[in-house]
């Protein structure tokens, strides 16, 4: 029996990494093709006076297609902007100096934009670390790094971020709630600058293979969803109200307490444990009371 030979493993495709491509001055080739390109026309045109014609047309004819080679090799680079040169499937680096450059007429030049651009992601609706719907959206602001891994490493580069940013936008939205109820816990409304720096780097991990830099990402959008949101309004009013009466009792009993200190310390009056519960008493009706009181003036003696 004859042993089965082991299958092949595919090796995996090496990464592809911007480097800088060969390219001639632009605008000395030009001056070439259009004085190749007269040449050319000129043998056409004297064949006729001249015996053995067709050496000339023959010549003419080379002539003129040098010059087209020469022109079809010319490629424009603006600014903010790089053309990555393929040679028969094969990337031969990248043109990123703005002018007229000249390349292999053969190689294709594919356009890559390099200038800043923005990506809004469309409104999601999400649920928080703690269930609730909520309804997110971000802008992204992205730039082209490595144009051979934007063309080569994934395909649609700008659709690939798009996805991957949509993918990070409802990850951070499911990973926290989106206010915190202790007081402690990082949350959405809260937290909004760190969640958004975190943000940033989760979007800009994710678009490391395109050969993308993140420069910044923002919330825009940040609310419950409808179905909740009444609901949601009326635990966030009466959490205020709360921390409200909180405040406010804690500052009355501090003023109490001063008070009471003030007339011991000062002898100005005597008050019994009966006596200065009932002060107490009023003093925290009126400085917790949300209207004001009416004041009673006492014309006999502190204990009738």
């Not at 490595?146 to 940013?165: N, R, S």
């Not at 949101?229 to 205020?240: F, H, V």
Request: net charge neutral; aromatic share 4%.
């Amino acid at each position: 029996m004859t042993a089965e030979a082991p299958v092949s493993q595919g090796l995996a495709p090496r990464p592809v990494n911007e480097s800088v491509a060969w390219s001639a001055p632009g605008v000395r080739t030009l001056v070439a093709g259009v004085v190749t390109a007269l040449a050319g026309i000129a043998l056409l045109a004297v064949h006729s006076a001249v015996s053995g014609a067709w050496i000339l047309i023959a010549a003419g004819i080379v002539v003129l297609i040098l010059a087209a080679l020469l022109f079809s090799g010319l490629t424009a680079v603006v600014v903010q902007e790089a053309r990555v040169v393929q040679l028969f499937g094969r990337y031969r680096g990248t043109i990123r100096d703005p002018g007229l450059h000249w390349v292999n007429p053969f190689a294709r030049r594919l356009r890559v934009s390099t200038r800043i651009r923005n990506h809004e992601t469309a409104v999601a609706k999400v649920n928080d670390a703690d269930g609730n719907p909520i309804e997110i959206a971000a802008v992204v602001v992205w730039q082209v790094r490595d144009t051979a891994k934007a063309i080569y490493a994934v395909d649609e580069y700008p659709k690939f971020i798009a996805i991957q940013t949509e993918a990070a936008v409802r990850h951070t939205a499911s990973s926290y709630p989106y206010t915190s109820l202790d007081g402690h816990t990082l949350s959405l409304r809260d937290n909004a600058e760190e969640i958004t720096q975190r943000l940033s780097a989760e979007i800009a991990e994710r678009v490391r293979p395109a050969g993308v830099q993140i420069v910044e990402s923002r919330l825009t959008r940040l609310s419950y969803a409808a179905e909740i949101a009444q609901a949601m309004l009326r635990q966030q009013q009466a959490s205020a109200v709360v921390g409200a009466r909180q405040r406010i009792v804690e500052g009355a009993v501090g003023m109490v307490q001063l008070a009471l200190q003030r007339l011991e310390q000062e002898g100005v009056v005597e008050l019994d444990e009966e006596r200065k519960a009932a002060m107490v008493s009023n003093l925290l009706v009126v400085l917790c009371s949300e209207q004001a009181t009416q004041q009673v003036v006492n014309t006999g003696s502190l204990y009738q």
